[in-house]
T-cell receptor
Framework: AQKITQTQPGMFVQEKEAVTLDCTYDTSDPSYGLFWYKQPSSGEMIFLIYQGSYDQQNATEGRYSLNFQKARKSANLVISASQLGDSAMYFCAMRELSSGGSYIPTFGRGTSLIVHP | NAGVTQTPKFRILKIGQSMTLQCTQDMNHNYMYWYRQDPGMGLKLIYYSVGAGITDKGEVPNGYNVSRSTTEDFPLRLELAAPSQTSVYFC?????????????FGPGTRLTVT
């Protein structure tokens, strides 16, 4: 079974509107973390937001917020007031304890977001 | 701080050749990682290290080797390159503490094996 599932290969949004990118995860580790990264066409990986499994409140960073629903094992990224520069690939990732005793990350396949003017 | 640096940026290898991808970080991070990203896909973990002298396999280690003799450096060695190793390779590091779990990525190395 996939540890991180991003079911939307591509999403389109109008500039200035909000958009939600879906991410579901699977883990038996009670102490895990969830990340979102942005990868523009230039190729670099840019950290956006982090949510720990014990965090009571949803993480927010500027226009980015993480809608964390622990019981449903979902960690959706919400981008408010979309800008043209938000057009990129977005990856959801999870940090969990490996069998070797170290925390290692797993990435989803990504969602391509295109913002229309 | 330079962050995470990777060299080279681009490389073309012939089948059977070997090479080392260099990765250096100047943030005193304990964790370092090597990923590969195939076209249209997410990142897959090749190897990781939790500190100098300690390395472990990730999801796709076959055909690669690593070493971590210092905190700063984490080179990735490809022996007997194969076309299946054509990919973009990213190195990353993190402190992985309650202060910060963010991974810092290098700019990537685009490798083509022909």
């Amino acid at each position: 079974a996939q540890k991180i599932t991003q079911t939307q290969p591509g999403m389109f949004v109008q500039e200035k509107e909000a958009v939600t990118l879906d991410c579901t995860y699977d883990t038996s580790d009670p102490s895990y973390g969830l990340f979102w990264y942005k990868q523009p066409s230039s190729g670099e990986m840019i950290f956006l937001i982090y949510q720990g499994s014990y965090d009571q409140q949803n993480a927010t960073e500027g226009r980015y917020s993480l809608n964390f629903q622990k019981a449903r094992k979902s960690a959706n990224l919400v981008i408010s007031a979309s800008q043209l520069g938000d057009s990129a690939m977005y990856f959801c990732a999870m940090r969990e304890l490996s069998s070797g005793g170290s925390y290692i990350p797993t990435f989803g396949r990504g969602t391509s977001l295109i913002v229309h003017p | 701080n330079a962050g995470v640096t990777q060299t080279p940026k681009f490389r073309i290898l012939k089948i059977g050749q070997s090479m080392t991808l260099q990765c250096t970080q100047d943030m005193n991070h304990n964790y370092m990682y090597w990923y590969r990203q195939d076209p249209g896909m997410g990142l897959k973990l090749i190897y990781y290290s939790v500190g100098a002298g300690i390395t472990d396999k990730g999801e796709v280690p076959n055909g690669y080797n690593v070493s971590r003799s210092t905190t700063e450096d984490f080179p990735l060695r490809l022996e007997l390159a194969a076309p299946s190793q054509t990919s973009v390779y990213f190195c990353a590091s993190t402190k992985d503490s309650t202060l910060s779990y963010e991974q810092y990525f290098g700019p990537g190395t685009r490798l083509t094996v022909t």
